[in-house]
């Protein structure tokens, strides 16, 4: 199972917001869609960085509210890591275990074309169970 087959049930549709936008606008931006996090883009690169619920969190927390007021370029990840649509769910779920994060871009020939979160990936894997669950079943009522 690969990236694109998420992407293929879930939509493209990546939740966006300008690196110089302030930091309650992003959070704003994050409770009305109801999504975890924001890709910060620029223009320059697909993907510049990555601010999310817990960023925003961390930010109030050690500035205090003014840190609302400041740019989500000042507590955004700028290392972000990327896969592809063909990259394989098992390495996407081990690059989110080992790396600590829950969401990852979808980056093809140095186009953003869509995001994938944990939930994403953890929905996808219990239909595959559920589906495996159901296939040993039929198999075992008609042997």
Known sequence: MIVNRILSL???EVATIEPGRSLSEAARFLAERRIGALLIVDGDRPVTGIISERDIV???????AKALDEPVSRFM???VVTCTGETSIN???ELMTQQKFRHIPVVESGRLSGIVSIG???KLRLEE???ET???KEYIATA
């Open 120 to 122: 994403d990936v953890v």
């Open 134 to 136: 159901q296939a040993i």
């Open 10 to 12: 879930k939509g493209r």
């Open 129 to 131: 169970v559920e589906a």
């Open 77 to 79: 990840t700028e290392k």
């Open 58 to 64: 961390r930010a109030v927390a050690m500035h205090g």
């Open 91 to 93: 390495d996407v779920m």
